[in-house]
């Protein structure tokens, strides 16, 4: 009996002694449970706080995978959004403005006035390509083809191109401003005058001989000198006096950016993607995300990929784009930019489809801005994407945006005009709206005589589709008028070619 009590004893003092422990157990547990929910919450509020992800095309980031384990969608972390967006082009001193203010020279250099001087330089520029084709001349035929697109484009989107001339004739006064101790009163007040009148050669002159005495300013006044020629469209003149910038001062943001800048416009990519990597280190060193390295790197991977290396461009758009929306926002027209370059290397690549997501991306950022020459880009190459993937109906109203935009412009472009019309009426024959098609060829047909007369090949080439129109819908009397045309135009110019190759047997046989 008094075993059995001794048992029961130890039995409710053992229960006992494990009550107290679960108690204790769980009364540590408590805090840890409610701590994990805390940091739950808190998680939860950083991820709503995250901008949109920016995902890449897959052919831009794959390589990247290699180096790093990081997955094709990039999360960008929170930044804080400065109120000043850094301006990548130099601003006048604050002497300079004192001389020579900006609204001063602005007056003196009309609109009028400076849209004559282009038109002028074009028709220049025309007959120097002529001579250049005449003579073979491979080289400059290439370079006034180059500088004859730059004029057009100018021409076209004339009043963001003349405010870009004004900010060009500012820094260069301002830099005069700078640089008066080096120069003769009367050279000084002479160059001055020159920028604020319009002649930019004289200017020109006399940096480049504060550039001979290879002073302190030298590398500065090769640097101006180089875009005032760029102003004047002598792209090869330029590009020299760049080069003698970069040489006499290789780690100035503004130098490397516009050497690399129409190093590429030139095609010479390779040149300008050393000049982008060497702005990239530069700006890099600053330790500082800006808008300005940004933008760099952005150039740095669009000339990377021009010369085929993918890897780079990925790792460096990817940084890029995470910088830009952190700082400027996910819909800025510079993130548009971005989008549509993507864009145009993946069609480069064949990657059709991987180009649309990319070239939408960036018509949904560009419509609300003012860089129309970027948008008419973007919407031509996203509807000639759907021509090529035959999606006609979804190219139609790109193809009508775009007309009425190349329409609107100051100087249209009639050449890409009647072809961007000549596209259009394609879009619609191909979709079985015949009445839109041949309305849209008319509109090709009136532009493309005007432009090259009514005799030339293009115009019975467009003569010959309103022909197959005609026939389709039934208006037999004019489709046989449209072939006629057509046919005699071919035979006129098979008799020139004939023509033009006896009498060049003719000329080697005398020779």
Not at 112 to 129: H, M, T
Not at 410 to 434: Q, V
Request: glycine content about 4%.
């Amino acid at each position: 009996m008094n075993n059995l009590l001794i048992i029961i004893a130890l039995a409710v003092a053992v229960l006992i002694i494990l009550v107290l422990i679960l108690k204790k157990s769980s009364g540590k547990k408590a805090p840890l449970a409610e701590k994990e929910k805390v940091e739950e919450e808190r998680e939860e509020i950083a991820r709503e706080a995250e901008p949109e992800p920016v995902t890449l095309p897959e052919e831009l980031v794959v390589e990247e995978a290699v180096e790093e384990p990081a997955a094709a969608e990039v999360v960008i972390e929170p930044k804080v959004v400065k109120e000043e967006t850094p301006v990548l082009e130099p601003e006048p001193e604050p002497e300079a403005e004192a001389v020579v203010p900006e609204e001063e020279a602005a007056a003196e250099i009309s609109l009028a006035s400076y849209e004559e001087r282009l038109l002028a330089l074009k028709e220049q520029r025309l007959a120097e390509l002529t001579t250049a084709i005449e003579k073979n001349e491979e080289g400059r035929r290439e370079e006034l083809q180059v500088e004859l697109v730059a004029l057009t484009e100018a021409l076209s989107f004339l009043q963001q191109s003349y405010e870009k001339e004004i900010a060009c004739r500012n820094n260069a006064l301002a830099a005069l401003e700078a640089m008066k101790s080096e120069l003769e009163t009367a050279d000084y007040e002479r160059a001055c005058e020159s920028l604020s009148a319009g002649d930019l050669e004289e200017a020109e002159g006399i940096f480049d001989d504060i550039v001979e005495r290879n002073g302190a300013f030298a590398a500065a006044a090769a640097y101006q000198s180089g875009c005032l020629s760029e102003c004047r469209m002598d792209f090869s003149r330029a590009m020299d006096r760049f080069d003698k910038a970069v040489t006499l001062d290789g780690n100035s943001p503004d130098v490397l950016r516009s050497a690399a800048l129409l190093a590429r416009k030139l095609y010479l990519h390779k040149k300008a993607l050393a000049w982008f990597s060497t702005l990239v280190k530069l700006l890099e060193e600053q330790e500082e995300d800006t808008v300005e390295l940004a933008l760099a790197r952005r150039d740095q991977a669009y000339t990377a990929a021009l010369v085929g290396q993918h890897k780079q461009a990925g790792v460096l758009y990817k940084q890029a784009m995470v910088s830009l929306t952190g700082l400027v926002g996910k819909d800025d027209p510079e993130m548009g930019v971005c989008w549509f370059q993507i864009g145009k290397l993946q069609e480069a690549l064949g990657q059709y489809e991987k180009a649309e997501d990319p070239y939408s991306k960036a018509l949904a950022i560009m419509s609300g801005s003012r860089e129309n020459m970027i948008l008419g880009e973007i919407l031509d190459k996203l509807a000639g994407l759907y021509m090529e993937l035959e999606r006609e109906v979804e190219a139609i109203p790109l193809f009508e945006r775009l007309c009425v935009l190349k329409e609107e412009s100051s100087h249209p472009d009639n050449a890409s005009l009647a072809m961007t019309y000549n596209n259009l009426a394609e879009a619609y024959r191909i979709s079985g709206k015949y009445k839109e098609s041949e309305e849209n060829y008319k509109h090709s047909l009136s532009i493309t005589e005007e432009l090259r007369g009514k005799d030339h090949a293009a115009v019975g080439s467009i003569l010959q589709e309103l022909a197959q129109l005609c026939d389709r819908q039934g208006k037999k009397d004019e489709a046989e008028a449209y072939r006629e045309r057509a046919a005699a135009i071919f035979q006129r110019v098979l008799e020139e070619q004939e023509a033009a190759g006896q009498e060049s047997v003719k000329l080697n046989l005398s020779e």
